[in-house]
Nanobody
Framework: QVQLVESGGGLVQPGGSLRLSCAASENIFNFNDMGWYRQAPGEERELVAT???????NYGDSVKGRFTISRETAMNTVYLQMNNLKPEDTAVYYCRARILSRHHWGQGTQVAVSS
């Protein structure tokens, strides 16, 4: 059973930065891709960023130029660097790993952007 553990969430002021981490229980090259999604209260879960096994990245339109997804393979960890945070970035952020059609999710970490 794949386990994904997110960390790094918290409360930050607008314009601030946070880095989220997602630690996987196995070699991240076992996954076709990994990514971050978020869900705000009353909203649908939306794509934030993904990274494929080959290193190709993809971002949601609302975070392009502000967020960066990366990975450290020796630590089986994927990161999400979030800069210039806005109140509308407030959400629970989830890590997801995909093996073919099977998706595995973490428990989520809360990010709140407020002054």
């Amino acid at each position: 059973q794949v386990q994904l553990v997110e960390s790094g969430g918290g409360l930050v002021q607008p314009g601030g930065s946070l880095r989220l981490s997602c630690a996987a229980s196995e070699n991240i090259f076992n996954f076709n891709d990994m990514g971050w999604y978020r869900q705000a209260p009353g909203e649908e879960r939306e794509l934030v960023a993904t990274i494929t096994v080959g290193g190709t990245t993809n971002y949601g339109d609302s975070v392009k130029g502000r967020f960066t997804i990366s990975r450290e393979t020796a630590m089986n960890t994927v990161y999400l660097q979030m800069n210039n945070l806005k109140p509308e970035d407030t959400a629970v952020y989830y890590c997801r790993a995909r093996i073919l059609s099977r998706h595995h999710w973490g428990q989520g970490t809360q990010v709140a952007v407020s002054s």
